[in-house]
């Protein structure tokens, strides 16, 4: 039955027909009352895009609506919405392949806690050599070369290929190569071996650094001020090799000797600090004596001097013609053992070996030895030899 509605109706004017009333709402009349249980629909499966219709409140008697940002394909089954809210537990068959674009969010992934659990799990990784953001497949290698194991927080690799640094962090942190594993420090293009540490060969009572490569000198340089510190078992004695800019030194500390089973070649000088006590070594009672020459070297000397430490072990050889004295005076810092060959060779000036503050006693193989200054004649040779700290012995030829 057609309905006759006034051709100008005002906003909210009401039109009867029957029993039911209607209202115009200022675009179109709205039956009162009126309550639709069915509608009647047909299929469609061609409309490309289509609204689903949806109500603002679960029941009554409500206007039916659409929104833009809910579609429908019916050709293809499409159902396409700005976003979906829930925790997707409802949702099956849906498969990686069939996720064809978009970021997994976080907590997306199930989220097992193997904390303490004994078993190497296989690593997992993208197929992407950037660290740029974008789509990547989840993948495993199946050969087990990277895996974790969450009992004893390690990491097990097959190799490490790094163009940086490798930082081993922590308290007390040790790098371990088990088995018959060992480890190379080689050159850039990792033909040239400079430190092998041989860890097959290693045992409790045998460590082993092995720095014999014949195809480079292996070699550990230190900067200034920086230092090379050897500890023992216990971390608290220790040797240090330090360079101060100019030399190379090496300090003890909590231990005094340096023992050394075997035979020592230094091929090269040997500086001590004084020629005297700057260094020592052991005499057959174990005593420590000054290291010395096993040469003589010579001392030109032509005017009056005074045996010190700097020329301990000298020949003092005079070749003047000036009268002059060569004196023995108490010196702590000469040690007791020192010992001076004086030699007068063509002088016209009378030389002589003086008494200062020390005694000088003459050995000359006639009885008693005599205290007081002696003179070297010339073509004359003498030995000077320090018996105590207040106390020389002389002897020789030419002496008077």
């Given at each position: 039955?057609?309905?006759?509605f006034?051709?100008?109706?005002?906003?909210?004017?009401?039109?009867?027909?029957?029993?039911?009333?209607?209202?115009?709402?200022?675009?179109?009349?709205?039956?009162?009352?009126?309550?639709?249980?069915?509608?009647?629909?047909?299929?469609?499966?061609?409309?490309?895009?289509?609204?689903?219709?949806?109500?603002t409140?679960?029941?009554?008697a409500?206007?039916?609506?659409?929104?833009?940002?809910?579609?429908?394909?019916?050709?293809?089954?499409?159902?396409?919405?700005?976003?979906?809210?829930?925790?997707?537990?409802?949702?099956?068959?849906?498969?990686?392949a069939?996720?064809?674009?978009?970021n997994?969010?976080?907590?997306?992934?199930?989220?097992?806690?193997?904390?303490?659990?004994?078993?190497?799990?296989?690593?997992?990784?993208?197929?992407?050599?950037?660290?740029?953001?974008?789509?990547?497949?989840?993948?495993?290698?199946?050969?087990a070369?990277?895996?974790?194991?969450?009992?004893?927080n390690?990491?097990?690799?097959?190799?490490?290929?790094?163009?940086?640094?490798?930082?081993?962090?922590?308290?007390?942190?040790?790098?371990?190569?088990?088995?018959?594993?060992?480890?190379?420090?080689?050159?850039?293009?990792?033909?040239t071996?400079?430190?092998?540490?041989?860890?097959?060969?290693?045992?409790?009572?045998?460590?082993i650094?092995?720095?014999?490569?014949?195809?480079?000198?292996?070699?550990?340089?230190?900067?200034?001020?920086?230092?090379?510190?050897?500890?023992?078992?216990?971390?608290?004695?220790?040797?240090?090799?330090?360079?101060?800019?100019?030399?190379?030194n090496?300090?003890f500390?909590?231990?005094?000797?340096?023992?050394?089973?075997?035979?020592?070649?230094?091929?090269?000088?040997?500086?001590?600090?004084?020629?005297?006590?700057?260094?020592?070594?052991k005499?057959?009672?174990?005593?420590?004596?000054?290291?010395?020459?096993?040469?003589?070297?010579?001392?030109?000397?032509?005017?009056?001097?005074?045996?010190?430490?700097?020329?301990?072990?000298?020949?003092?050889?005079?070749?003047?013609?000036?009268?002059?004295?060569?004196?023995?005076?108490?010196?702590?810092?000469?040690?007791?053992?020192?010992?001076?060959?004086?030699?007068?060779?063509?002088?016209?000036?009378?030389?002589?070996?003086?008494?200062?503050?020390?005694t000088?006693?003459w050995?000359?193989?006639?009885?008693?030895?005599?205290?007081?200054?002696?003179?070297?004649?010339?073509?004359?040779?003498?030995?000077?030899?320090?018996?105590?700290?207040?106390?020389?012995?002389?002897?020789?030829?030419?002496?008077?």
């Amino acid at each position: 039955m057609a309905i006759n509605f006034p051709d100008a109706p005002s906003l909210n004017q009401e039109h009867t027909v029957g029993s039911t009333t209607w209202k115009w709402d200022g675009t179109v009349w709205n039956a009162l009352g009126v309550t639709v249980s069915s509608i009647v629909v047909a299929d469609e499966s061609a409309d490309t895009t289509c609204f689903p219709l949806f109500a603002t409140a679960a029941t009554g008697a409500i206007e039916p609506k659409t929104g833009t940002n809910l579609t429908f394909d019916s050709s293809t089954g499409a159902l396409v919405a700005t976003s979906v809210a829930g925790d997707g537990s409802g949702l099956t068959a849906i498969t990686a392949a069939n996720i064809s674009s978009g970021n997994l969010g976080s907590g997306v992934l199930p989220y097992v806690n193997v904390s303490g659990t004994s078993v190497a799990y296989k690593m997992v990784f993208a197929n992407t050599t950037t660290n740029t953001a974008g789509n990547y497949q989840i993948l495993m290698d199946s050969l087990a070369n990277l895996t974790y194991n969450p009992s004893t927080n390690q990491l097990a690799v097959g190799t490490i290929t790094t163009s940086g640094n490798v930082t081993i962090g922590g308290t007390n942190p040790t790098l371990e190569i088990q088995d018959a594993g060992d480890i190379h420090f080689r050159d850039d293009v990792g033909t040239t071996e400079g430190i092998h540490f041989n860890v097959s060969s290693i045992t409790a009572s045998n460590p082993i650094l092995d720095m014999t490569s014949t195809a480079l000198n292996p070699q550990l340089h230190l900067k200034d001020g920086a230092w090379f510190r050897i500890y023992d078992g216990t971390n608290v004695d220790y040797v240090d090799t330090r360079h101060d800019g100019t030399d190379l030194n090496t300090i003890f500390s909590g231990t005094t000797d340096w023992n050394i089973n075997g035979n020592v070649v230094l091929d090269g000088p040997v500086t001590t600090a004084d020629q005297g006590t700057g260094a020592q070594v052991k005499d057959g009672l174990d005593n420590a004596q000054p290291v010395g020459f096993n040469v003589i070297p010579p001392y030109e000397i032509d005017v009056a001097d005074t045996f010190d430490l700097a020329h301990n072990g000298m020949m003092w050889h005079r070749d003047g013609t000036a009268t002059i004295a060569f004196t023995c005076d108490s010196d702590t810092n000469i040690p007791v053992g020192a010992t001076y060959m004086v030699a007068n060779e063509n002088a016209t000036g009378a030389l002589t070996i003086a008494q200062g503050t020390a005694t000088i006693r003459w050995f000359e193989g006639t009885g008693t030895p005599t205290t007081g200054t002696r003179t070297l004649a010339e073509g004359g040779i003498a030995t000077v030899y320090k018996y105590a700290d207040a106390e020389f012995w002389v002897w020789g030829s030419g002496i008077t």
